[in-house]
């Protein structure tokens, strides 16, 4: 008899049937001899109906507002997730993030947790009910309600099982598992058994959008196990642990191939070459709270040089109007964006032991005519910055480049 | 400079366009100089979809899981005036029932205010913001999420104008104040300037729909002054307090008439005429949360009686449930239920004084061939159960008796 914490994603409580579905799960993992805490997000479009909402009444809604608008989508589906285990003859009991002691750092919108108070949850536990906990939310030391931001569920489900030293933590979702590619795009994809915590955080924050690499950086750091799997099949998923070697012998070099479709690049062009010009730019851009993932400088000519760097789609608009005061502060001549463009990449802890892997992408780039107009490289990782249009075919060399392909 | 508690119900908010009128209100009542509160409903139809989405999951939805689920709609519409008060330049804050200290009795679906801390409310009105309440809910002292109730938000208005000793707790509706009657009934029908808490007690139990009898209730033992107006009109309203002569010249002896066509009559036929009976009969009732209002009981007849009661029409399944197990218990012979009638009562403080007021009550339903199936009194109320068709007849018919009409 062990504890489980289970996380259910906004599409896995879509509509009341769906709702049933996993209240069955839940009861049936219950009646195989565990504890269980269920982490649920908002029903499916909730947040987004949620967001739509707030900008019709404001362009740019304030953020503390924003989560107490936000946090009633989850608040809503655990009531209703453990209304549902109730009318099946078991019991259940439903905690909002604050109620149950999710305490966050405070800041709005993007809240990080900072501790998970384990004794109401003990309590209903030792009760014998299903204890259901709000995703996504949380309180401050001073009781404001505070959202985790996007992807923040995942976040509370490893927080709580950590906190708890739950056995496992199943990260319900629509698919059933991390596939060496997004099978839409590259039919032959291959699901894996495991994956290493190092992988999956590259992998999660490259677009593959099973797990929110927040989630995984944390399962990590307390070794808390972690499974991906599908709300709605019998089925084991792929397991997130350290060593994947012991469980999955038909391991390759690389693991996966993840195409990350919402980003855009920012080129400052002529930027005055001189001492300080960079932390200027990037202070500023961090002021903004831009997240910046890819940066490339070319070399210097004439005393000015060229600054390219990638941000999240949704932030281009905010990203022009900070390079607009860049190029006012530093004397950079223009700020030119392009949204035309995706991310491909090739993980592996694998390729840290291999050579070659880098330039093996490039030739299946060059031979399918891709052009590459930047490059990011870490141990496990190598990302290319190419044409939005041929993503999906960059995809699918690159899988077969590697031989992840189910048949090779 | 004082402090105002305004209180905005459903329809005053169920749409953004509202809830800008809504904001422009209260940045008007602080603009005049006063600190103000805000207590806010669930948009429009919110509450009723709630419960619809969870009578979806399960027939009987348990309660405690329903008021999580519930309090969800106050919680929106209180980060949304906030933000629509923000995006007009100035200070809002908004609050959840719980997060504020409005503190219940912890008993779920219809709790009842134990207390009201006022810390975190006075701290935010003297940083100047305008502080939003959530209608309808708060916490018991373990931290269980309660509701009110139906018509909760009035009180919790109330109790937060009493708690901090506000110079007035306006409720702001989509009706422009107290009539003497329904004007959808009673095209002549006078706005009250003024009604005293014990007939708005009286007239607010008795269906008219403008303000929730507990409030009125819980304003008149904290002698906080109440005033109903219009969310969409500039208009002072009905004044609700002691001394009503003062503020009205032109009262009559009734002040106003009013009709509940959603109620139901229970007749148990052939009730043993023996000590107890009546202690069982109404045990049971009470036992299964019934509440009784008119109750009749004719005289006995070989060792019988009849009883009559009427209940909420809501209550009538589970009433004929309990009705059946009184039969059983008591050896009574049967219960019939009568679904086709209302209730028309007459109201005024000033009939205490006035003597044969009842008699031409049932003068002026006879006139019309009203047939009168119950009746029931108090010192400033006579109501009369009369068949659902004739119960608009009936309420013009007393109008005009009375001398109620404006231009009278």
């Not at 469980?247 to 070099?253: G, S």
Request: hydrophobic fraction near 45%; charged fraction near 20%.
């Amino acid at each position: 008899m062990g504890l489980i914490v289970q996380k259910y994603g906004g599409s896995s409580v879509a509509d009341v049937e769906k709702i049933r579905t996993v209240a069955r799960r839940v009861i049936d993992t219950k009646a195989a001899g565990n504890d269980i805490v269920a982490i649920v997000s908002a029903m499916g479009k909730t947040t987004d109906n949620l967001i739509a909402l707030a900008k019709q009444v404001v362009d740019n809604p304030p953020d503390r507002e924003m989560d107490m608008l936000l946090a009633t989508g989850e608040q809503q589906s655990i009531a209703l997730l453990a209304m549902a285990i109730q009318s099946m003859g078991h019991g259940a009991v439903s905690f909002t993030g604050p109620q149950v002691g999710i305490l966050t750092d405070g800041s709005f919108s993007r809240s990080r947790i900072k501790a998970v108070k384990e004794d109401r949850i003990r309590a209903e536990l030792d009760k014998g009910n299903a204890v259901i906990v709000a995703g996504f939310q949380g309180a401050s030391i001073d009781g404001q309600i505070t959202t985790l931001g996007r992807g923040g569920s995942d976040t509370t489900a490893v927080a709580v099982a950590a906190a708890l030293g739950a056995e496992m933590c199943d990260i319900f979702t629509d698919v059933d598992g991390v596939y060496t590619a997004d099978p839409r795009v590259v039919p032959d994809a291959r699901r894996l058994k495991a994956i290493a915590y190092e992988e999956m955080v590259e992998l999660a924050s490259l677009g593959a959008k099973v797990l929110h690499s927040r989630a995984v950086v944390l399962a990590w750091k307390y070794q808390t196990p972690l499974r991906v799997r599908s709300t709605f099949k019998q089925d084991e998923g792929t397991l997130v642990v350290n060593d994947t070697q012991a469980l999955d012998m038909e391991r390759f070099v690389v693991s996966g191939v993840a195409v990350d479709k919402n980003q855009a690049k920012i080129s400052l062009i002529g930027v005055p070459d001189k001492p300080g010009v960079a932390a200027t730019i990037f202070g500023i851009l961090g002021k903004a709270g831009i997240v910046i993932d890819m940066i490339i400088q070319n070399v210097s000519r004439d005393g000015r040089s060229d600054i390219s760097f990638t941000v999240p789609r949704t932030d281009l608009h905010k990203t022009m109007a900070a390079s607009a005061e860049i190029c006012q502060e530093t004397g950079t001549e223009e700020a030119l964006s392009d949204e035309n463009i995706a991310k491909v990449s090739i993980v592996g802890i694998g390729m840290q032991s291999h050579s070659g892997v880098a330039s093996q992408m490039f030739e299946a780039l060059a031979n399918q005519n891709i052009n590459i107009q930047m490059i990011s490289t870490t141990e496990i990782k190598v990302s290319c910055v190419i044409e939005l249009d041929r993503a999906d075919d960059a995809a699918r060399a690159l899988h077969h480049q590697y031989g992840l392909s189910g048949n090779s």
